[in-house]
């Protein structure tokens, strides 16, 4: 009898061990695929994405459309170079939509936007001190939040000596829309009242998490070709 119920127990192993695993973990193997593919996709995009000439970050109560970050790069690749000499000018925009505290009405409101916004925030002080972005975008509130960590770089040490063009907010930042720059498509798209700044020197860094010093010196050239431009007399 046992050696009957042995038997049976290898005839289910070896004609309908893969029938009896679907029928009882159909969803566990769906999703556990699902995931694969999505690591198999990050995976491809991360070697096959060229390594960006310009990195951007961009924090607001605001979303960038794609219409208005396609248009954006077009223009920053019209004013960079190939800094990396990889033969490609490539642009690199990261988008972090922060809500301000004083949006929400009610209490079940703040309560949501202080939620959304700790979250945010955290990635944006991550982003600041370890991210790969080097020139920002800044609303007032979260500009005033990189200058107070002390990350970003003073205007006089990445820009040509001379006059600063445009309208500075301080040592730190110009007004976006007082540059000539921002006439140009997917400029003129965002708020004319974000602040253009850039991060600091990796050298600067006790730990070096952020950018890599190469990459820091194409950027800093891109941000003096975004202030340095002139719109066409």
């Known amino acids: 009898m046992k050696a009957k119920e042995a038997g049976e127990k290898l005839s289910i192993l070896e004609k309908g061990w893969w029938e ?14 699902i995931i694969v593919l999505f690591v198999v996709i990050a995976v491809v995009q ?25 248009e954006l790069e077009e223009s920053i690749r019209s004013i960079a170079e190939d800094y990396n000499g990889d033969g490609e000018k490539a642009v690199d925009i990261l988008e972090l939509t922060l809500k ?46 990189a200058r107070d960590a002390g990350v970003l770089a003073p205007l006089s040490e990445v820009l040509p000596a001379g006059d600063l063009p445009g309208e500075a907010v301080d040592a730190y930042g110009l007004v976006l829309g007082s540059l000539d720059v921002y006439g140009l498509p997917g400029f003129s798209r965002m708020p004319a009242d974000l602040i253009l700044c850039m991060r600091r020197s990796p050298e600067s860094d006790a730990l070096q998490l952020g950018p890599k010093l190469e990459a820091w010196s194409g950027n800093k050239q ?12």
Request: proline share 3%; hydrophobic share 40%.
């Open 222 to 233: 891109a941000f003096a070709g975004m202030v340095g431009y002139r719109a066409p007399a």
């Open 100 to 145: 301000s505290l004083t949006m929400g009405e009610g209490s079940d409101q703040k309560t949501m936007y202080y939620d959304e916004y700790n979250s945010a925030m955290q990635r944006f002080q991550t982003e600041l001190r370890a991210g790969d972005s080097v020139i920002y975008f800044l609303h007032k509130e979260f500009y005033e939040t």
């Open 46 to 70: 991360m070697f096959s994405k060229p390594d960006a000439d310009v990195d951007l970050m961009f924090v607001g109560p605001w979303y960038l459309s794609s219409e208005n970050k396609d």
């Open 20 to 33: 009896n695993l679907w029928y009882y973990h159909k969803w566990l193997i769906i999703l556990g695929g």
